[in-house]
Protein backbone atom coordinates (compact mmCIF):
# COMPACT_ATOMS: atom_id res chain seq x y z
CA UNK A 1 0.00 0.00 0.00
CA UNK A 2 1.58 3.59 -0.83
CA UNK A 3 0.24 6.73 -0.64
CA UNK A 4 1.12 10.16 -0.65
CA UNK A 5 -0.54 13.55 0.10
CA UNK A 6 1.11 17.37 0.56
CA UNK A 7 -0.84 19.93 2.37
CA UNK A 8 -0.21 23.20 3.98
CA UNK A 9 0.58 23.88 8.09
CA UNK A 10 -0.51 27.49 8.90
CA UNK A 11 2.96 27.34 10.96
CA UNK A 12 6.88 27.97 10.47
CA UNK A 13 8.66 25.10 9.35
CA UNK A 14 11.11 25.25 13.00
CA UNK A 15 7.65 25.04 14.45
CA UNK A 16 6.38 22.08 12.49
CA UNK A 17 9.78 20.34 12.65
CA UNK A 18 10.29 20.53 16.02
CA UNK A 19 6.48 18.59 16.53
CA UNK A 20 7.41 15.87 14.01
CA UNK A 21 9.55 14.92 17.14
CA UNK A 22 7.80 15.59 20.38
CA UNK A 23 6.43 12.55 21.73
CA UNK A 24 3.21 14.08 23.42
CA UNK A 25 2.48 15.68 19.80
CA UNK A 26 2.94 12.50 18.05
CA UNK A 27 0.46 10.49 20.91
CA UNK A 28 -1.90 12.76 20.23
CA UNK A 29 -2.33 12.35 16.29
CA UNK A 30 -1.78 8.52 16.30
CA UNK A 31 -5.19 7.00 16.45
CA UNK A 32 -5.96 4.52 18.81
CA UNK A 33 -2.71 5.05 20.61
CA UNK A 34 -2.63 4.64 24.54
CA UNK A 35 1.01 5.15 24.74
CA UNK A 36 3.92 6.61 23.16
CA UNK A 37 7.40 6.74 25.57
CA UNK A 38 11.07 7.13 24.56
CA UNK A 39 12.66 9.74 22.51
CA UNK A 40 13.08 10.96 18.68
CA UNK A 41 16.87 9.73 19.35
CA UNK A 42 16.23 6.52 20.80
CA UNK A 43 13.16 5.53 18.93
CA UNK A 44 9.64 5.53 20.49
CA UNK A 45 8.09 2.30 21.60
CA UNK A 46 3.85 2.64 21.26
CA UNK A 47 0.62 0.53 22.48
CA UNK A 48 -1.99 1.38 19.28
CA UNK A 49 -5.68 0.20 19.68
CA UNK A 50 -7.40 -0.22 16.22
CA UNK A 51 -9.97 -2.15 13.96
CA UNK A 52 -9.79 -2.92 11.12
CA UNK A 53 -13.05 -4.38 9.30
CA UNK A 54 -14.00 -7.06 11.84
CA UNK A 55 -10.01 -8.07 13.56
CA UNK A 56 -10.00 -5.59 16.57
CA UNK A 57 -5.87 -5.37 17.61
CA UNK A 58 -3.42 -4.24 20.26
CA UNK A 59 -0.66 -3.64 18.42
CA UNK A 60 2.72 -3.28 20.46
CA UNK A 61 5.94 -1.39 18.30
CA UNK A 62 8.43 1.21 18.05
CA UNK A 63 8.57 3.70 15.44
CA UNK A 64 12.14 5.13 14.76
CA UNK A 65 13.43 8.59 13.13
CA UNK A 66 15.81 7.86 10.60
CA UNK A 67 17.20 9.50 7.38
CA UNK A 68 16.69 12.76 8.97
CA UNK A 69 17.92 16.08 7.25
CA UNK A 70 17.65 18.67 10.17
CA UNK A 71 14.90 20.58 9.06
CA UNK A 72 14.15 19.36 5.53
CA UNK A 73 13.17 15.98 5.98
CA UNK A 74 12.67 12.33 8.00
CA UNK A 75 11.20 9.15 7.30
CA UNK A 76 9.52 7.73 10.52
CA UNK A 77 9.83 4.37 10.52
CA UNK A 78 7.24 1.64 12.35
CA UNK A 79 6.48 -1.98 12.72
CA UNK A 80 3.61 -3.61 15.41
CA UNK A 81 2.26 -6.66 16.62
CA UNK A 82 -0.64 -7.22 17.51
CA UNK A 83 -0.99 -10.99 18.62
CA UNK A 84 -3.04 -13.09 16.59
CA UNK A 85 -4.90 -10.58 14.21
CA UNK A 86 -0.72 -10.09 12.32
CA UNK A 87 1.29 -7.38 12.19
CA UNK A 88 1.84 -3.82 10.20
CA UNK A 89 4.85 -2.00 9.23
CA UNK A 90 5.46 0.45 7.44
CA UNK A 91 6.99 4.00 6.95
CA UNK A 92 6.88 7.82 6.36
CA UNK A 93 9.18 9.81 4.29
CA UNK A 94 7.99 13.40 5.58
CA UNK A 95 9.73 16.46 3.87
CA UNK A 96 8.67 20.44 5.09
CA UNK A 97 9.34 23.25 2.69
CA UNK A 98 8.26 27.02 3.76
CA UNK A 99 5.88 28.44 1.75
CA UNK A 100 7.14 31.95 2.06
CA UNK A 101 4.21 33.49 3.84
CA UNK A 102 4.90 32.04 7.38
CA UNK A 103 3.44 28.70 6.29
CA UNK A 104 4.79 25.63 6.00
CA UNK A 105 4.18 22.78 2.96
CA UNK A 106 4.27 19.13 4.46
CA UNK A 107 4.46 16.23 2.56
CA UNK A 108 4.29 13.32 2.89
CA UNK A 109 4.54 9.56 1.28
CA UNK A 110 3.61 6.24 3.16
CA UNK A 111 4.56 2.58 2.26
CA UNK A 112 2.58 0.49 4.82
CA UNK A 113 2.30 -3.53 4.85
CA UNK A 114 0.59 -6.11 6.97
CA UNK A 115 0.26 -9.77 7.58
CA UNK A 116 -1.49 -12.38 9.52
CA UNK A 117 -5.51 -11.93 9.79
CA UNK A 118 -5.50 -8.50 8.26
CA UNK A 119 -3.92 -9.27 5.13
CA UNK A 120 -6.92 -11.71 5.14
CA UNK A 121 -9.46 -8.95 5.02
CA UNK A 122 -8.05 -8.30 1.46
CA UNK A 123 -6.77 -5.17 -0.07
CA UNK A 124 -9.69 -3.14 -0.39
CA UNK A 125 -10.02 -2.87 3.55
CA UNK A 126 -6.88 -2.85 4.31
CA UNK A 127 -5.61 -0.01 1.70
CA UNK A 128 -9.29 2.20 2.97
CA UNK A 129 -7.89 1.56 6.85
CA UNK A 130 -4.39 2.89 5.99
CA UNK A 131 -5.62 5.83 3.86
CA UNK A 132 -7.60 6.66 6.86
CA UNK A 133 -4.93 6.16 9.49
CA UNK A 134 -3.09 8.06 7.55
CA UNK A 135 -5.20 11.15 6.71
CA UNK A 136 -6.75 11.13 10.30
CA UNK A 137 -2.78 11.05 11.42
CA UNK A 138 -1.63 14.38 9.63
CA UNK A 139 -5.29 15.94 10.20
CA UNK A 140 -4.58 15.43 13.79
CA UNK A 141 -1.12 16.67 13.26
CA UNK A 142 -2.12 19.66 11.73
CA UNK A 143 -5.36 20.49 13.97
CA UNK A 144 -2.44 20.63 16.85
CA UNK A 145 -0.35 22.88 15.15
CA UNK A 146 -3.14 25.75 14.05
CA UNK A 147 -4.99 25.45 16.94
CA UNK A 148 -6.04 28.78 17.90
CA UNK A 149 -3.95 30.95 20.77
CA UNK A 150 -6.06 31.63 23.68
CA UNK A 151 -7.36 35.00 24.22
CA UNK A 152 -5.59 37.15 26.63
CA UNK A 153 -6.53 37.52 30.29
CA UNK A 154 -8.19 40.99 30.96
CA UNK A 155 -10.06 40.63 34.25
CA UNK A 156 -8.69 43.24 36.82
CA UNK A 157 -9.74 41.54 39.59
CA UNK A 158 -7.29 38.10 39.36
CA UNK A 159 -4.47 40.91 39.14
CA UNK A 160 -3.54 39.63 35.19
CA UNK A 161 -4.73 42.48 33.74
CA UNK A 162 -3.69 41.65 29.64
CA UNK A 163 -1.18 38.88 30.44
CA UNK A 164 -1.88 35.90 28.32
CA UNK A 165 -2.47 32.43 29.81
CA UNK A 166 0.36 29.66 29.70
CA UNK A 167 0.75 28.09 26.34
CA UNK A 168 -0.75 23.98 26.57
CA UNK A 169 1.15 21.25 26.15
CA UNK A 170 4.20 21.06 23.48
CA UNK A 171 3.60 25.00 22.42
CA UNK A 172 4.57 25.98 25.87
CA UNK A 173 8.07 23.45 26.30
CA UNK A 174 9.09 25.15 22.90
CA UNK A 175 8.72 28.29 24.15
CA UNK A 176 10.65 28.04 27.66
Not at 73 to 99: D, M, N, Q
Not at 122 to 127: C, P, Y
Request: charged share 25%.
Amino acid sequence: MQMSDTRTIAAPPETVWAALFDPAVLQASVPGCESLTGSAEDGFEAIVTQKVGPVKATFKGVVTMQDVVEGESCRLVGEGKGGAAGFAKGAAHVRLSPTGDGQTELHYEVDAKVGGKLAQLGSRIVDGFAKRMANEFFNRFQQQLEAPEPEPATSPEDGNEGEAPAKKGWIRRMLS
